[in-house]
T-cell receptor
Framework: DTGVSQNPRHKITKRGQNVTFRCDPI?????LYWYRQTLGQGPEFLTY????????KSRLLSDRFSAERPKGSFSTLEIQRTEQGDSAMYLC??????????????FGDGTRLSIL | SQKIEQNSEALNIQEGKTATLTCNYT??????LQWYRQDPGRGPVFLLL?????KEKRKERLKVTFDTTLKQSLFHITASQPADSATYLC??????????????FGTGTRLQVTL
């Protein structure tokens, strides 16, 4: 079990630039989640994949955000035209599970995004 | 919408004592409730999951209780150690939205265990 891997660990960019983060889940996990966490807060749900299908997106996920999981393995989260408010830690998690069955989620250590 | 309340003030206890952390929620009772530990700069790490029909769950020095009448979960660490110092997050599933696997997290409680 190599765990959930996220790259890069840190990203500093200027406002208005596009950024892309990558998440490699635990290999046998069919579910993949993206969360956003700001200082002093718990993670907030952004979106969720079951295999390659994106099943749900939070209203927090504006049209500047897009996520993909093309082959049901790794996932990317892209933010276009970044804004100051996008500065946060972006966490990826994966889990096994049947539909409607809650399973523990395994988190990566996140990508910290800083917008200058 | 679901609100989850965890004590935002840090909990300071002495080594060897039992730490008790509280998680209260306001609306829908979850089918599952989970507790995670988070260290600075790291992602959350799963600790325990308890189902709505379970009153108590234990794992080594950890114990979780779940009271759907009070809409509350308590998380206990017995014989606490300095290595237990971290932020502890409570998370509820969102079954009532149709996605049981989606979690809503509380803000977490920071635990500091001193010698």
């Amino acid at each position: 079990d190599t765990g959930v891997s996220q790259n890069p660990r840190h990203k500093i960019t200027k406002r208005g630039q596009n950024v892309t983060f990558r998440c490699d889940p635990i290999s046998e996990h069919n579910r993949l989640y993206w969360y956003r966490q700001t200082l002093g807060q718990g993670p907030e749900f952004l979106t969720y994949f079951q295999n390659e299908a994106q099943l749900e997106k939070s209203r927090l996920l504006s049209d500047r955000f897009s996520a993909e999981r093309p082959k049901g393995s790794f996932s990317t989260l892209e933010i276009q035209r970044t804004e100051q408010g996008d500065s946060a830690m972006y966490l990826c998690a994966s889990s096994t599970g049947e539909p409607f069955v809650n399973q523990p989620q395994h988190f990566g250590d996140g990508t910290r995004l800083s917008i200058l | 919408s679901q609100k989850i309340e965890q004590n935002s003030e840090a909990l300071n206890i002495q080594e060897g004592k039992t730490a008790t952390l509280t998680c209260n929620y306001t609306n829908y009772s979850p089918a599952y409730l989970q507790w995670y530990r988070q260290d600075p700069g790291r992602g959350p790490v799963f600790l325990l999951l308890i189902r709505e029909n379970e009153k108590e769950k234990r794992k080594e020095r950890l114990k979780v209780t779940f009271d759907t009448t009070l809409k509350q979960s308590l998380f206990h660490i017995t014989a606490s150690q300095p290595a237990d110092s971290a932020t502890y997050l409570c998370a509820l599933d969102m079954w009532h939205t149709g996605t049981a696997s989606k979690l809503t997290f509380g803000t977490g409680t920071r635990l500091q265990v001193t010698l």
